[in-house]
Nanobody, 117 residues
Framework: QVQLVESGGGLVQAGGSLRLSCAAS????????MGWYRQAPGKPRDLVAT???????NYADSVKGRFTISRDNTKNTVYLQMNSLKPEDTAVYYC???????????WGQGTQVTVSS
């Protein structure tokens, strides 16, 4: 069983920054894709950013140029640096890990990000 533990959420004013971290209980060298989804109240869970084992990244259009995802396999951790935050970024952010060999996805418990205007 893989455990993912997120941290770094909180309350910030519009224009501010936060960095989310997601620590995995196993070596991330064994994980194909890692990344972040978010879910605002009454809305579906949407993809924010992903990073492959090789370091390729992908972002939702709404966060391009403001968010940066990175992965440190020596620390078994994936990060999401969020700059120029907007009130519409307010959501619960979930970390995930996808294993290609068995097509299983694991999720963290979520961390709340609230951006005030």
């Amino acid at each position: 069983q893989v455990q993912l533990v997120e941290s770094g959420g909180g309350l910030v004013q519009a224009g501010g920054s936060l960095r989310l971290s997601c620590a995995a209980s196993i070596s991330t060298f064994s994980i194909n894709d890692m990344g972040w989804y978010r879910q605002a109240p009454g809305k579906p869970r949407d993809l924010v950013a992903t990073v492959t084992r090789g370091g390729s990244t992908n972002y939702a259009d709404s966060v391009k140029g403001r968010f940066t995802i990175s992965r440190d396999n020596t620390k078994n951790t994936v990060y999401l640096q969020m700059n120029s935050l907007k009130p519409e970024d307010t959501a619960v952010y979930y970390c995930y890990a996808y294993f290609g060999w068995n097509r299983e996805t694991y999720w963290g418990q979520g961390t709340q990000v609230t951006v005030s205007s």
